[in-house]
């Protein structure tokens, strides 16, 4: 079946530290790829996505490429905040069944220290 | 409402007792999620709606656990007789369109069952 891989955490970084946090996948069909980030006492939100191979899905400075090659979307940011410390979830979506299936990864927290 | 709701954000039960969850999605979305997440885990599919049509529920667990959207909108989670490796939070999902992984999740429902 469907499944994404990711980095076991936790993470510690200072801050403007450079991060990746690397995320594999498998999957039968063609997916679309996520970043989800879980902020302390807040639900899952969308962080950046990628529908295609070679696509590059940014926001707020993270940056995510979609490597068919290499069936990865390892997610990086040139200089981590505080306000960045959070749980990230690795995810990818294949039509099944007349809908899009949302398979998500462990979840990899970052914590960043000042 | 401006985002998922769900409810009750916390639930103690003892074992044996029934539960009812609670999500009020987003007005207008087509598409609603029920997600299990353990402690430190990511999120793991329960089952899907389409409007008021459940086209999946290949996660649920056992036959304990049951869910409705009888009008296409607010949607309930229902476990009967719980165990304690029912404990986890629930999430409730919902998107604009049946054809996307973009989706909006709530804050959750935590269960724990004593």
């Known amino acids: 079946g469907d499944s994404v891989t990711q980095m076991e955490g936790p993470v510690t970084l200072s801050e403007e530290a450079f991060l990746t946090i690397n995320c594999t996948y498998t999957a039968t069909g063609y997916p679309s790829l996520f970043w989800y980030v879980q902020y302390p006492g807040e639900g899952l939100q969308l962080l950046l996505k990628?529908?295609?191979?070679?696509d590059k899905g940014s926001n707020k400075g993270f940056e995510a490429t979609y490597r068919k090659e290499t069936t990865s979307f390892h997610l990086e940011k040139g200089s981590v905040q505080v306000s960045d410390s959070a749980v990230y979830f690795c995810?990818?979506?294949?039509?099944?069944?007349?809908?899009?299936?949302?398979?998500f990864g462990t979840g990899t927290k970052l914590q960043v220290i000042p | 409402g401006a985002g998922v709701s769900q409810s009750p954000r916390y639930k103690v039960a003892k074992r044996g007792q029934d539960v009812a969850l609670r999500c009020d999605p987003i007005s207008g979305h087509v598409s609603l999620f029920w997600y299990q997440q353990a402690l430190g885990q990511g999120p793991e599919f329960l089952t899907y709606?389409?409007?008021?049509?459940?086209?999946?529920k290949s996660g649920l667990p056992s036959d304990r656990f049951f869910a409705e959207r009888p009008e296409g909108s607010v949607s309930t989670l229902k476990i009967q007789r719980t165990q304690q490796e029912d404990s986890a939070v629930y999430l409730c999902?919902?998107?604009?369109?049946?054809?996307?992984?973009?989706?909006?999740f709530g804050e959750g429902s935590r269960l724990t069952v004593l």
């Open positions: 709606f389409q409007n008021e049509a459940q086209l999946d």
């Open positions: 995810a990818l979506s294949v039509l099944s069944g007349g809908y899009q299936k949302v398979t």
């Open positions: 990628a529908t295609k191979a070679d």
């Open positions: 999902a919902s998107s604009r369109r049946y054809d996307t992984g973009e989706l909006f």
